[in-house]
């Protein structure tokens, strides 16, 4: 803590890994030796740089950028680029440190990174946000390259914002390395299921867990928050497999639906029109727009948070399960606080951490790269049956790794544990580097 003073979110990250650990280390005496701990919480680089650009009245806007390289044990740095006003080094950290594990248990090479602005990409132009993106680009190419570092996109940054990106990477390189950017768009080196795999990905791990009861999405009532990429495409496998969403939300409030999303309206609004969530309530009768409360309020038997960190605390997890909550599974990162996890996993309900349950959309992201390194592109019916492989392997990987280590059904120490097994293993390996 004395050595990365008021980075919270950071803090709480290690924190919660390193809980579990405890064991692990026990069974590996050279760990201590190597300090393989300290070393696997300091980044290897951290790189931040101004973002000048000119909005459209003409004055000129000074951002700041990150890019947190945190570990290439696996692989390349791979993670996404975050554009919200609330990013700061401290939550560049967290979203870094998560990736190591979670890119980790995906099983494929890459390494953890992440990287953004607190550009706030609401409320402005395309121009705007082209600019913006061009800016940050022109300092963060350099450090870039499918075999060093490989970003994508993360909350306020999708196919429009890669694309920018991807555009302004090109033209100052002279180069079209595919492989240096992934959530990229069909026509120019993306993989289909990419936009789908973080939201497929969170049900089809939701799913693996409740069928370790017993049970399926079959008749459940869902909740999803957000209603960006991630909660999208979560709505859209929930209903697939005969679950009903009957609520989702934004930052400012949250619609309840009985009848159940109809994810056309909801698309229109949130893809197309870039609206609000309350745009949803007056084109639909059987929708109701709630802007105080909480979304956890609604009685549902699975959640599922997919907005942003710590946006589920304890009180509200209480209050899920006094309502009969049987699953949560995290599609966002960090979302519910360690109070609130706590809650879950005293209560027996089955809860599957973002590390683990959200890990469907880098791992597409490594399929994107193979695609990119072979200079194929896969169907979507492929595609999608290696993503669900992959979550049914996180899955069971997290629960084995759990039952060997004496706390079977707690995903939080499966996720953890085989996380950082494969991670050490290469440090190890590597020597003091
Ligand atoms: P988007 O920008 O597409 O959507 C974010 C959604 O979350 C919006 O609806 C936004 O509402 C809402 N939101 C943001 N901040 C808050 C807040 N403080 N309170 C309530 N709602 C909020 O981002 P994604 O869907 O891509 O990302 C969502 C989460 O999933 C993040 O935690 C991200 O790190 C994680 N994730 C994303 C992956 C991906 O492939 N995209 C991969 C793995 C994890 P508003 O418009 O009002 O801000």
Known sequence: VARNPGEAEFHQAVREVF?????????????????????????????????????????????RGFRVEFNSALGPYKGGLRFHPSVYLGV????????????????????????????????????????????????????????????????????????YMFGQYKRIT????????????????????????????????ADEMLKTRGESFDGKRVTVSGSGNVAIYAIEKVHQLGGTVIGF???????????????DLLKQIK??????????????QSATYQSNGSIWDVPVDVALPCATQNELNGEQAATLIRNGVKAVAEGANMPTTPEGIRAFQEAKILYGPGKAANAGGVATSA???QQNASRDSWSFEYTEERLTSIMRNIHDMCAETAESYGAPGDYVVGANIAGFEKVAAAMQAFGLV
């Open 174 to 205: 002279n180069r079209y390395e595919s492989g240096v950017l992934t959530g990229k768009g069909i026509a120019w080196g993306g993989s289909l299921v990419r936009t789908e795999a973080t939201g497929y990905g969170t049900v089809v791990f």
């Open 92 to 163: 560049i950290k967290f979203l870094g440190f998560e990736q190591i594990f979670k890119n980790s248990l995906t099983g494929l090479p890459i390494g953890g990174g992440k990287g953004g602005s607190d550009f706030d990409p609401r409320g402005k132009s395309d121009g705007e946000v082209m600019r913006f993106c061009q800016s940050f680009m022109t300092e963060l190419y350099r450090h870039l390259g499918e075999y060093t570092d490989v970003p994508a996109g993360d909350i306020g940054v999708g196919g429009r914002e890669i694309g």
């Open 367 to 369: 399929l994107e790269m």
């Open 249 to 263: 939300s934004d930052s400012t409030g949250y619609i309840v639906d009985e009848a159940g999303v109809d994810l």
């Open 271 to 284: 893809e197309v029109e870039r609206g609000r969530v309350s745009d949803y309530a007056d084109r639909r």
């Open 19 to 63: 809980e579990s650990l405890e064991p692990v280390v026990a069974r590996h005496p050279e760990y201590i030796d190597s300090k393989i701990l300290e070393r696997i919480c300091e980044p290897e680089r951290q790189i931040i740089f101004r973002v000048p650009w000119v909005d459209d009245k003409g004055e000129v806007q000074v951002n």
